[in-house]
């Protein structure tokens, strides 16, 4: 199976910065992406952006490329989510996922981990 652990997230007040990690054991063959998505209590999935596993494609949500930035470091299996001018409507639980295709869609991805909170806060 494929461990993924999440890291970085916490408290920021509003227009600030915060970068999470997403660490993953091993990838296997059916590991073509990883994305990340985040979710606030009481709301569905959100997609937040993904990337092929070498980082040469990347997607994110139109509410937000113009803010965050997503890269990857392939030797060490890690993925980064750069988050600027955070907003208080950025708060949820972010969760990163690896999956078998380039899609915004929770049903494609097949491994997920535990999930970073992020808040953001005045």
């Known amino acids: 199976q494929v461990q993924l652990v999440e890291s970085g997230g916490g408290l920021v007040q509003p227009g600030g910065s915060l970068r999470l990690s997403c660490a993953a054991s091993?990838?296997?063959?059916?590991?073509?992406?990883m994305g990340w998505f985040r979710q606030a209590p009481g709301k569905e999935r959100e997609f937040v952006g993904c990337t092929t596993l070498s980082g040469g494609t990347v997607n994110y949500a139109d509410s937000l490329k113009d803010r965050f930035t997503i890269s990857v470091e392939t030797a060490k299996n890690t993925m980064y989510l750069q988050m600027n001018s955070l907003k208080p409507e950025d708060t949820a639980v972010y969760y990163c996922?690896?999956?078998?295709?380039?899609?915004?869609?929770?049903?494609?991805?097949?491994?997920w981990g535990q999930g970073t909170q992020v808040t953001v806060s005045s």
């Open positions: 091993r990838r296997t063959l059916r590991t073509v992406v």
């Open positions: 996922a690896t999956g078998p295709t380039f899609s915004r869609d929770p049903g494609s991805y097949n491994y």
